[in-house]
Structures are given as structure tokens and as C-alpha cells.
């Protein structure tokens, strides 16, 4: 009895079942981990969209109040408001992203006017608007770079092997990065 033997077919049966039983294992452990990064991408975008809509709703309260300073400058008013309804109107992220930089580019556009009416750069509303809006473009900013985090780190996993295969099989897809455009980058020119 000391010297049994185990059959050839027995050894290879179990190691099938072993390749199996890892092979599960791992296929729920990757996909379990592909679904969560998923919903991190989802919870961090629905904080880029809380920060967007903050400086939504901040935007009317500081043109009202640069408007009783500045009637003569309509066009940027206009702009703004433009802005304001694309942003409001954007579903994917790319439409988002371009909102957002026609936002940001028509408020700094109104920032410049703001220079031209010493006056107004005193008033206490408009210092304290002023405040909120930087403070929420700082918010903004780092919801971003959550955001885009996020995403790089799912989009890395998503293509590497072999969790590609079932990233394919979830019909999990790369995610948009929150980028903003070459325009947008370059200083605002304002002329009068």
C-alpha cells in the first residue's frame, strides 16, 4: 500500500478542476474589481457635475452684478449666457468638457471688464461672488483631476491582459478624460 500510485487521468482531472477553480476565481475577482472602478468613474463624474452646476447657479448673481456696472458690454453678457445654456444641455462628457471651456473662457473675458470699473472690484457683492467663484473653480479643478484619475487607472485595466478579455465580455469600453481644448489654454484677448 505504500507504494500507490495515482492514475494518470485522476492527476490530470485535477488539475483541470484546479484551473477551473482558479480560473473562477479570478474571472469574478477581475470583474468585481472592473465594476467598481466603473462606479468610481460614475460617483467621481457626478462630482465634476456638482462643482459645474455650483458655478451654474454663480454665474447669474455675478453678471447681474457686473451688469449694473458694465451695460455697454452686452456681448460678453450674451456669451455667458450661451455658455451657460450648452452647459446646461451637454450629456456625454466630451459635450460637458466643451461646455465647460466656453464657460470658462466667456468668464474670464468678464473678468477682464471687470478691471476696467474700479468701482465694482470694491463692491462687496461682487467681491464676495467673486470669492465663491474662485473657490468653486478650485473645487472644479480637483474634481477633474479625480475624475481623469479615475479613468486612466480603469482605462489601463480595461486594456491590459488579461483583464481585456473581460472588460470584453462586460462590454466595459475606455472612458472620455475631462480635457480642455487648445483654445482655452491660451489667455483670453478681450478687445474694446
Not at 59 to 80: C, D, H, M, R, W
Not at 105 to 120: F, H, M, T
Request: glycine share 6%; hydrophobic share 45%.
Amino acid at each position: 500500500m505504500a507504494g500507490k500510485k495515482f492514475s494518470p487521468i485522476l492527476v490530470v482531472l485535477v488539475i483541470i478542476v484546479l484551473l477551473i477553480v482558479f480560473g473562477g476565481f479570478w474571472y469574478i475577482s477581475t470583474r468585481n474589481r472592473l465594476v467598481s472602478q466603473e462606479q468610481v468613474i460614475e460617483g467621481s463624474w457626478a462630482e465634476v457635475e456638482n462643482q459645474l452646476q455650483r458655478r451654474y447657479d454663480l454665474i447669474p448673481n455675478l453678471v447681474e452684478t457686473v451688469k449694473g456696472y458694465a451695460a455697454q458690454e452686452e456681448s460678453i453678457f450674451v456669451q455667458i449666457a450661451e455658455a451657460r445654456s450648452k452647459l446646461a444641455g451637454a450629456g456625454s462628457v466630451a459635450e460637458t468638457a466643451e461646455a465647460s471651456n466656453g464657460m470658462e473662457s466667456a468668464l474670464s473675458r468678464l473678468l477682464v471688464v471687470v478691471e476696467n470699473y474700479p468701482e465694482l472690484k470694491s463692491n462687496e457683492n461682487f467681491i464676495r461672488l467673486q470669492d465663491e467663484l474662485a473657490g468653486t473653480e478650485n473645487r472644479l479643478a480637483v474634481a477633474r483631476k479625480r475624475y481623469n484619475d479615475v479613468v486612466q487607472s480603469f482605462n489601463r485595466a480595461i486594456l491590459m491582459f488579461p483583464a481585456n478579455m473581460v472588460a470584453g465580455n462586460l462590454g466595459l469600453v475606455k472612458q472620455d478624460y475631462f480635457e480642455i481644448d487648445t483654445a482655452a489654454r491660451e489667455n483670453p484677448k478681450v478687445e474694446f
